[in-house]
Structure formats: structure tokens, C-alpha cells
T-cell receptor, first 111, second 115 residues
Framework: QKEVEQNSGPLSVPEGAIASLNCTYS??????FFWYRQYSGKSPELIMSIYSNGDKEDGRFTAQLNKASQYVSLLIRDSQPSDSATYLCAVNRQGAQKLVFGQGTRLTINP | GAGVSQSPSNKVTEKGKDVELRCDPI?????LYWYRQSLGQGLEFLIYFQGNSAPDKSGLPSDRFSAERTGGSVSTLTIQRTQQEDSAVYLC?????????????FGQGTRLTVV
């Protein structure tokens, strides 16, 4: 079992709709969770971090964490073509600084 | 500097040569990570530094790979006797490295091509 799993996609969403990206992790003691966006040919860019159960909102982005289910998700509201990218989920444990990444989900927003 | 800086941006080398990749982290960031990303693949963890020490080297793929960090700042990743399978983008990231804030920020990467 991979430490961090994501559906590789591609996920295709119409412009203006909500894009939902999901991630599961295997290590129950994971403490910190991150979403990165990576455009083709570019390096990953941090867009959200979440540490506690529940929702965290930042503009059009909402991260959701459920530690009991070992599940973290990212919702993108009012999706724009510029949101088309690969989204990477990353996880680490408190005191263990190795950030483990999922394989990423490729998202395409269709105008 | 304002962000993580990596050099060179691109490196083409002949098989069997040694290469050095440099990473200059965000000022004040004590944690530094090296990852490798092959074309169309995810991020492969290589090594993590906290200050000058490397508590986790578990991702280095072979003894041809080594890394060091001096003065708690700049890090160098060295690949000896390069092979074609070493071709990838090498990414460096840094973070404050505290237990409450582990947000990591990436440099632009070094694209290594072994011919």
C-alpha cells in the first residue's frame, strides 16, 4: 500500500463547477497535510495546508481533513481554466520531516 | 533571498561524468529537502536535512548519490558516474522545520539530462 494515494485522473470539470480532489494516507500518526499545484514544466506550488479535522477555506479553495478515515480532500469552487494542473497531496508526521507525496491528480477545466 | 534558488536550471552531461546541483533555501529555513521527478511521474523523496545533519537519507537511490549542507544554508546534491536513468528534474524545497509549521516551498528545479 502506498503511503499517500491519489486518483491519477485525468479529472475533467466544466468551467464554473466544483472540482473535488481526493487523497488517502496510510500512516495514522500523520499530522500535517498539504495540497500543491503543479503546472506542466513547473515546480510544485503550495496552495493549502491543514492540520486539524474539518474544513479550511482560502478563497475558492477548501481543504477537508478526516483523520479517522485517513482522508484529505481539496475542493475548488468556480473552477477556471487556469486551475488546470496536476494537484499533489503531501503528508508528514509530527517530528518526522519527510514530506511524502502522492502521485498527483491531473485536473482539466473545460471552458 | 525571497524564494528557494536552484542552480543550474538545466544541465546536460555525458554518461559517467559527475554533476553537482545546488540549492539555496529561503533565509531562516532550517529544513531542506531534495526530491526527484521523472517525466510524468510523482515526486520521489531523496534526502532531508535539519540544519547541517541529514536524519533521513532513505531515498538516495544508490551510493553514487550524496548530499551535504553547510552553514545550515546551501545544500549540494552530487551524482557521481551519472547514468541515463538519472535524467530527471531535481527539486529542492525548504521549510521552517518547526513541529507546528512544516510548510515546504520549492525551487524551480534543475533539469538533468544524461546523454
Amino acid at each position: 500500500q502506498k503511503e499517500v494515494e491519489q486518483n491519477s485522473g485525468p479529472l475533467s470539470v466544466p468551467e464554473g463547477a466544483i472540482a473535488s480532489l481526493n487523497c488517502t494516507y496510510s500512516d495514522r500518526v500523520s499530522q500535517s497535510f498539504f495540497w500543491y499545484r503543479q503546472y506542466s514544466g513547473k515546480s510544485p506550488e503550495l496552495i493549502m495546508s491543514i492540520y486539524s479535522n474539518g474544513d479550511k477555506e482560502d478563497g475558492r479553495f477548501t481543504a477537508q481533513l478526516n483523520k479517522a478515515s485517513q482522508y484529505v480532500s481539496l475542493l475548488i469552487r468556480d473552477s477556471q481554466p487556469s486551475d488546470s494542473a496536476t494537484y499533489l497531496c503531501a503528508v508528514n508526521r509530527q517530528g518526522a520531516q519527510k514530506l511524502v507525496f502522492g502521485q498527483g491528480t491531473r485536473l482539466t477545466i473545460n471552458p | 533571498g525571497a524564494g528557494v534558488s536552484q542552480s543550474p536550471s538545466n544541465k546536460v552531461t555525458e554518461k559517467g561524468k559527475d554533476v553537482e546541483l545546488r540549492c539555496d533555501p529561503i533565509s531562516g529555513h532550517t529544513a531542506l529537502y531534495w526530491y526527484r521527478q521523472s517525466l510524468g511521474q510523482g515526486l520521489e523523496f531523496l534526502i532531508y536535512f535539519q540544519g547541517n545533519s541529514a536524519p533521513d537519507k532513505s531515498g538516495l537511490p544508490s551510493d553514487r548519490f550524496s548530499a551535504e549542507r553547510t552553514g545550515g544554508s546551501v545544500s549540494t546534491l552530487t551524482i557521481q558516474r551519472t547514468q541515463q536513468e538519472d535524467s530527471a528534474v531535481y527539486l529542492c524545497a525548504s521549510s521552517l522545520g518547526t513541529t507546528v509549521n512544516t510548510e515546504a516551498f520549492f525551487g524551480q528545479g534543475t533539469r538533468l539530462t544524461v546523454v
